[in-house]
């Protein structure tokens, strides 16, 4: 790859695809209620430059989220790793959150709760930025299901986003939520619920972070396919270890690479066993051979180390896999962007075409364990699509020169077209047909939805796909029509609709829509 450069050179200011200029970002009127006290929990977030060892040798530069409790259990955040990653921050379901958000980075960010059914107002949207050396103070009530969500920058200014930035610098970070319903069944917890963030990083000699940087050609292929790093890091780590008894775990998986997709699998052949995606538990558990897992995308893994033997370790890995159009491969996966390359680049390093994520040492042997419930959620919503449920229509396409557009749209700011309003309270169903070179992650901000059918192209990850349950992700492949149902709900006000492969959303292939009563 000859277009990736320190970042941080890169920082505070790039030069991005197509010198696209997403127009006015003004701040439209508020239209939440405001939330009151008492709170539950009172959170100060602050977003700084550090430096973290990552590597052997020199520590590396990065941006990441320290937090600090005034107020609330203790529970309420838990370091993840020693590296960058951004602390867990646990709530239930039901308090109300205060957080004050301070930036002490030498350009304006914000903070999108990822997947979490709140106000437009604090949302985190790039309409909303927090200057430098500036501070916001937000609140919300938590009325999420149980469940892993996130939380990451969404900034987008005049000379388009820096979300792919700013997340691969180090902001990013987990947050759980949990209920009573969960709790019922007797999960692992403690230390045998792990939280897992897949993310791929560049390294220079000296240890730096490298990013796509400079206006070239290598540059502009690599921002229209998206950044791939040439190692994962979990949690911020390289080669993670845990050290795991002969009992069931709880894997609770974020993808927060930018482009990068997973196929997720056991080294040893075991079924990997899904029980939660984004927006929670599903009704009851799924197996399959591997689990494919796009940016922005959680998984909720139960995995059973009672049948491997103390001394004995399994690996969690992502295999190598084809996304073709024709079975053979697309242009645009095949080589054409350079895929080929990092793959190569991947086996030499690896000495395989499986990327090993975690090593899992199984050092004790455990006397008590329990068995997977086969019956999970009971709270999942059905179906709220009826005959007369209006169908929404969105083409994920490609024009020259330009990048990827949503019905031959890319961000105009706060700008919405009459086909980007929806009616509070209304369902709908949401049609996404894919006619570019590229899988899209696509994206809806401020609810879960439902996926309802898939047609279309079938891939090396299609088997891996888990379309039951609640999601605010869902994988739109090359040739293939993608029909989501949501339900826009209790918030009025503008909320964001794009894809989540982060370079693509950074060169517009992003949109805003607005619920109106
Ligand atoms: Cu995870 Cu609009 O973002
Ligand atoms: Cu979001
Ligand atoms: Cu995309």
Known sequence: IGSVVALSTLAGGGVWFGGYRPGSLAAAEPTSTAVAGPFDVDLRLLAHPDEVSILPGAPSKVWRYTAERIAGPTETLTPVGESYAGPL???????????????????DTTVHWHGLHVPSDVDGQPRLPIAPATSMTLAFDVVDRAGLYWYHPHPHGPDGGRVGLQSYAGLAGPLIINDDAERALGLPDGERELVLILQDRTFSDGNELQYIGGGGMGAMMTRMRGFRGERVLVNGHPDARREVSTRPYRLRLLN????????????????????GTDGGLLAEPERRRSVTLAPAQRIDLWVDFGDTEPGESVQFVSEEYQLGMMGGGGMMEQGMMGDMMDRGMMRDMMGSERIPLVTFAVVARANDSETLPERLAQDLPTSPVQADTPVRRFELGMRMMQGFT?????????????????????????????????????????LQFQIQERTGSKTDLHDGIIDAGLHDTVLVFPQERVRIALTFKNFE???MYHCHNMEHEDAGMMRYFKVVA
């Open 493 to 495: 006000g503008l909320y």
């Open 256 to 275: 927060g690479s930018n482009s990068r997709i997973y196929k997720l699998a056991w080294s040893d052949g075991r079924a990997v066993i899904v029980i």
């Open 89 to 107: 921050i646990r709530l239930r379901r039901g308090q109300r959150l205060l957080v004050r958000i301070d930036n002490e980075l030498p350009e």
């Open 406 to 446: 949503i019905n031959g749209r890319r961000m105009e700011g706060t700008t919405v077209a009459d086909d980007e309003i929806v009616r509070l309270g209304q369902t709908e169903i949401w049609e996404f047909v894919n006619d570019s070179m590229m899988p899209h992650p696509i994206h809806i901000h401020g």
